[in-house]
């Protein structure tokens, strides 16, 4: 176990989420990739603005099937715990959670960021299996198929939150974002260790990737391709059940149900739905302020 190898710190950001008084419950999320887990080897990208959720669910899906923590104290009162394989999937897996927007104040290279990444997942990995041999040049991918060779086929989860979070950095230049995308391709493509792989980020990987390097990604943004859309945002009857919270526990509410939905322009996913920016809704809510 370790900092990216079947961590606790998903299980903690999403217990804080959980406990929240405007927390929404999108754990049928998870339903969505049962199939995809039994498929094996298969890439899914959620592409999505800013602020609608897509961390959260990253974290959400990590607490859930990772064998780290027994996150039945959280899971058991979502509605994922009405779904007759609730307890075969949970905390099962092997998984591999990484956030690319974590990053070192001291790091002003490429090499610095993604060679720490790779370090730190090597760590990890010879922590949890010291009986395989690793050798000085190995990459994280070498280890991981050491790994699956030696170890009974061992697979794992990957959740990639904020994949493109790089190539808003000011040292990435042009040569480095073909170097990591390869180093995506290298980790990800075509290896048998690959259970699933969730990611996230804000824009295409089609902006990025312009040959065969990531096209195993099914990818899903919210303006062409419907599934997965209800689970980032808000829909109205949501933004209805938060504002009954609002009224109930809030002192002086000053926010009118009309005037929230007037004052937030929202967005439209492929189905039509309306949807709300989660983190807009529940910071107005909860200072009891349209702000501009």
Same mark, same amino acid.
């Given at each position: 176990m370790g900092r990216y190898l079947n961590s606790s710190t998903p299980y903690a950001l999403y217990q804080g989420e959980a406990n929240q008084p405007y927390f929404v419950d999108k754990s049928l999320l998870l339903t969505e990739l049962f199939p995809v887990l039994d498929a094996g080897n298969q890439h899914v990208c959620i592409t999505r603005p800013r602020r609608f959720g897509k961390t959260i669910m990253a974290n959400m899906i990590a607490a859930f099937l990772s064998k780290k923590v027994d996150s039945d104290s959280i899971f058991g009162r979502l509605k994922i715990a009405g779904n007759t394989k609730y307890k075969e999937y949970r905390n099962k897996y092997n998984v591999i959670s990484i956030d690319f927007s974590k990053i070192s104040r001291s790091c002003d290279s490429y090499a610095d960021y993604i060679g720490k990444i790779e370090i730190t997942l090597i760590r990890d990995l010879?922590?949890? &299996?010291? @009986?395989?041999?690793? &050798?000085? =040049? =190995? *990459?994280?991918? =070498?280890?991981?198929? +050491?790994?699956?060779?030696?170890? *009974? @086929?061992?697979?794992?989860?990957?959740?990639?939150?904020?994949?493109?979070f790089i190539f808003h950095k000011d040292?990435? +230049?042009?040569?480095?974002?073909?170097? &990591?995308? @390869?180093?995506? *391709?290298?980790?990800l493509k075509d290896c048998p260790y690959v259970q699933m792989t969730y990611m996230t980020g804000i824009l295409p990987i089609a902006k990025y990737s312009d040959g065969s390097e990531l096209n195993m990604f099914d990818e899903y943004d919210m303006a062409c391709k419907e599934k997965y859309s209800e689970y980032f945002g808000f829909l109205d009857e949501e933004v209805d059940q938060l504002y009954n919270i609002y009224k109930k526990i809030t002192k002086n509410p000053k926010i009118l149900r009309i005037e929230l939905k007037e004052w937030y322009d929202g967005y439209r996913a492929a189905a039509g739905d309306y949807l709300y920016n989660p983190r807009s809704v529940v910071c107005a809510l909860r200072d009891n302020q349209l702000a501009n």
């Open positions: 010879k922590k949890e &299996y010291p @009986q395989i041999e690793v &050798y000085e =040049d =190995d *990459s994280a991918a =070498d280890v991981l198929e +050491t790994i699956f060779e030696e170890c *009974s @086929q061992e697979r794992f989860v990957f959740v990639l939150d904020e994949w493109d040292f990435i +230049t042009e040569e480095n974002k073909k170097q &990591y995308i @390869q180093f995506l *391709s290298n980790l």
